[in-house]
């Protein structure tokens, strides 16, 4: 398979984590996988880990923040690849502080935001016009079930409320529901992701799922058929009420 017939795809965030993880499923299923990192030296670091597994793989500068370097890094897809058939939106961050909407900073809700929303959203408009000369783009955002408002309204007993990271993957979810809106008729799904409780950094790695296990269903929507849903939030139980 030459590097001109095999699929693309674009992770943020994939220097670690559940981002890293998928990029190894992606690999080792043929695809070429771009590792978006705003840190350069750890992206390289990672690139190197996949070819030791015979991936093809490079790293890319992005930093979801500054839409220079999304810009760079497409002008540079387009350039090599001229297309993008799979984009993850993987990049994200919970900060602390982050419990009560009475007690929450409106700093750490812009700092969330900044990421996790505004970074997924300013990701997905650049990447898009490469997404569609792929024969059938699939988009995946790293979301979670706390984005629900159904599951907001009724929670399981105890769990936290974490405004800022709960409003900002909600947010991901409606931006989700409207690219779907947007590209119904054509061959590209949208879809939002939810791993399950996974142990990363963003949670002291305190959590019962492996990165291996969080990535299953993010692997799957980036793999969906011609059939497969659009425009839902997704775990690997199924389909999630928004």
């Given at each position: 398979m030459t590097e001109p017939t095999r699929k693309i795809a674009l992770i943020t965030g994939a220097d670690r984590g559940i981002g890293f993880e998928t990029a190894k499923e992606l690999g080792q299923q043929g695809?070429?996988?771009?590792?978006?990192?705003?840190?350069?030296?750890?992206?390289?670091?990672?690139?190197?880990?996949?070819?030791?597994?015979?991936?093809v793989a490079d790293t890319l500068e992005i930093d979801v923040t500054d839409q220079q370097t999304v810009q760079r890094a497409a002008d540079q897809i387009s350039n090599t690849y001229q297309k993008l058939d799979v984009l993850i939106n993987n990049a994200g961050i919970a900060l602390p502080d982050d419990e009560l909407p009475s007690t929450v900073s409106v700093d750490v809700l812009r700092q969330t935001f900044d990421t996790n929303f505004f970074g997924s959203f300013a990701v997905t408009q650049i990447m898009l016009p490469l997404i569609r000369k792929a024969k059938a783009g699939r988009i995946v955002s790293l979301s979670s079930s706390v984005g629900s408002l159904n599951w907001q309204s009724h929670p399981i007993e105890?769990?936290?409320?974490?405004?800022?990271?709960?409003?900002?993957?909600n947010g991901v979810n409606a931006l989700t529901v409207m690219f779907a809106r947007e590209l119904k008729g054509t061959a590209i799904k949208v879809n939002a992701?939810?791993?399950?409780w996974t142990a990363t950094d963003l949670n002291g790695f305190n959590a019962p799922r492996s990165v291996a296990e969080g990535a299953q269903i993010v692997v799957k929507l980036a793999t969906l058929p011609a059939d497969g849903p659009s425009g839902q939030l997704i775990s690997e139980s199924g389909e999630i009420a928004w």
């Amino acid at each position: 398979m030459t590097e001109p017939t095999r699929k693309i795809a674009l992770i943020t965030g994939a220097d670690r984590g559940i981002g890293f993880e998928t990029a190894k499923e992606l690999g080792q299923q043929g695809y070429v996988v771009l590792i978006g990192s705003r840190n350069v030296k750890r992206g390289q670091v990672a690139v190197e880990q996949l070819k030791a597994l015979d991936i093809v793989a490079d790293t890319l500068e992005i930093d979801v923040t500054d839409q220079q370097t999304v810009q760079r890094a497409a002008d540079q897809i387009s350039n090599t690849y001229q297309k993008l058939d799979v984009l993850i939106n993987n990049a994200g961050i919970a900060l602390p502080d982050d419990e009560l909407p009475s007690t929450v900073s409106v700093d750490v809700l812009r700092q969330t935001f900044d990421t996790n929303f505004f970074g997924s959203f300013a990701v997905t408009q650049i990447m898009l016009p490469l997404i569609r000369k792929a024969k059938a783009g699939r988009i995946v955002s790293l979301s979670s079930s706390v984005g629900s408002l159904n599951w907001q309204s009724h929670p399981i007993e105890g769990a936290p409320i974490n405004p800022a990271y709960a409003a900002s993957k909600n947010g991901v979810n409606a931006l989700t529901v409207m690219f779907a809106r947007e590209l119904k008729g054509t061959a590209i799904k949208v879809n939002a992701a939810d791993p399950g409780w996974t142990a990363t950094d963003l949670n002291g790695f305190n959590a019962p799922r492996s990165v291996a296990e969080g990535a299953q269903i993010v692997v799957k929507l980036a793999t969906l058929p011609a059939d497969g849903p659009s425009g839902q939030l997704i775990s690997e139980s199924g389909e999630i009420a928004w």
